[in-house]
């Protein structure tokens, strides 16, 4: 078999996934992955792009395999998405599926579950003094941590020629580092290993840090800020270093996507007849259902059915204190005031859950009117190449 067959094989058996495609779950990794490969701008781009379509089309559609067929076709995988398979749509599909998947293959113990890591220019850095000053030379006292969002990772950062952390490290002074984590992971579960990953890092910097700055984009700064809670309860000393955080488009009260999800799991567990294929939607990440009101702690899942009707709203979580935070929402809308900046705010965020506003007062996010702003005609991942966005971050930091 040739090394195409080969990898249109292992594609074909990803298509055969199955994955909760209800309440838009899969539709949102596809339409991040896609954007993705429509960036690469290589001849190889388009070929993948039909893939990938098809590897979705799949997940929606196929409903055949449960429990050891889920890790059987994983195993399969396995040689596609290795580090060494040289594949250039690895790291996309990889970052998809964990998003899609991560909780299962990190308790699985499966090869495919993504570690956290620190990463520069497309290369894990090892977070020891040594490794960090041959790899970051140069590298200044202020300290910029970018954290991707859902289904994405570090490299996706650069999107349209332009990437937020190193155009504010050649603009601003910053050294820039990225991120990468499984999306699919609890939100709490992140933030602590983030929470330990900084404090590791502020440790092992090449010079004395005098400054941390976060900007996460998505579920990035959801994970950001239930990494300064249990920096907080550790008493960290990097949490005295953070000056400023940044949020590009994080849902801090939910996405309507997960809690359409959620709906499905109560229509087809009210009938024994539809019963069964609400094992499909529950097989969504943790991940993704914390995304459903935006859950940053343990006490919100630990000993809870996730799936389950009903379910309390989660702890509420201040912003860090004596931290200045700021936060970008995005709408599709045309003007202020335009109606689907209600309803659709950038495609996955409304604009009052990316602003922390709240029904209830108790949970609401307090940024400054000067920390808050709102770009038009901008989608989801358009925040990540603004202008608008860039210029805010400039004066911002």
């Given amino acids: 078999m040739s090394k ?12 055969r996934l199955t994955v909760s495609a209800v309440g838009g779950v899969a539709e949102m990794a596809e339409a991040l992955h896609l954007t993705v490969l429509r960036q690469v701008g290589t001849p190889a781009a388009k070929p993948l792009a039909r893939a990938t379509s098809l590897v979705y089309r799949g997940v ?22 290795g580090e060494q398979s040289g594949w250039a749509g690895r790291d996309a599909l990889l970052s998809a599926l964990n998003g899609v998947l991560g909780d299962h293959l990190a308790a699985s113990g499966n090869a495919l579950a993504l570690p956290m890591a620190w990463r520069r220019d497309g290369a894990t850095l090892v977070p020891r003094r040594d490794a960090l000053r041959q790899a970051l030379p140069g590298a200044s006292g202020r300290v910029l941590v970018l954290a ?8 996706q950062w650069r999107r349209a ?21 499984n999306s699919g992971k609890h939100i709490s579960s992140n933030g602590r290993e983030f929470a330990a990953a900084l404090r590791e890092l502020v440790e092992q910097w090449p010079v004395p840090v005098r400054e941390l700055v976060i900007v996460g984009h998505s579920m990035g700064g959801l994970v950001a800020r239930s990494a300064c809670q249990h920096g907080a309860e550790a008493g960290d000393g990097w949490l005295g270093l ?3 955080m940044v949020f590009l488009g994080s849902p801090h009260h939910g996405a309507p996507l997960e809690r359409g999800g959620n709906w499905f799991d109560v229509i087809t567990d009210m009938s024994p007849y539809t019963a069964p294929f609400s094992r499909l939607a529950k097989m969504r990440s943790a991940g ?28 509420g979580v201040a912003l860090p204190a004596a ?19 209600r309803l659709a705010g950038d495609g996955l965020v409304p604009l009052a859950s990316a602003l922390g506003q709240h029904a209830d007062a108790a949970r609401q996010l307090v940024f400054a009117p000067a920390n808050q702003l709102v770009v038009y005609r ?9 202008p608008a966005v860039y210029r805010a971050l400039l004066d911002w930091l």
């Fill in 323 to 341: 931290v200045q935070c700021y936060t970008v929402a995005a709408t599709v809308g045309k003007a202020e005031g335009d109606l689907a900046d």
């Fill in 4 to 15: 195409k067959q080969s990898y249109a094989a292992d594609l074909l058996g990803l298509s």
């Fill in 378 to 386: 901008t989608n989801h991942l358009e925040l990540l190449n603004s």
């Fill in 242 to 244: 953070l000056s400023k």
């Fill in 161 to 181: 020629g332009h990437d937020h952390g190193a155009a504010l490290q050649r603009e601003r002074g910053y050294t820039a580092v990225y991120l990468r984590y």
């Fill in 148 to 155: 991707h969002g859902l289904c994405m990772n570090d490299e």
């Fill in 288 to 315: 993704i259902t914390d995304l459903r009101h935006g859950s940053l702690l343990d006490a919100d899942w630990d000993g809870k059915d996730r799936f389950a009707r009903g379910a309390h709203l989660p702890h």
């Fill in 60 to 81: 929606r559609g196929v409903a055949g395999l449960v429990g050891g067929g889920i890790d059987a076709v994983l195993t399969r995988l396995q040689p596609l998405l």
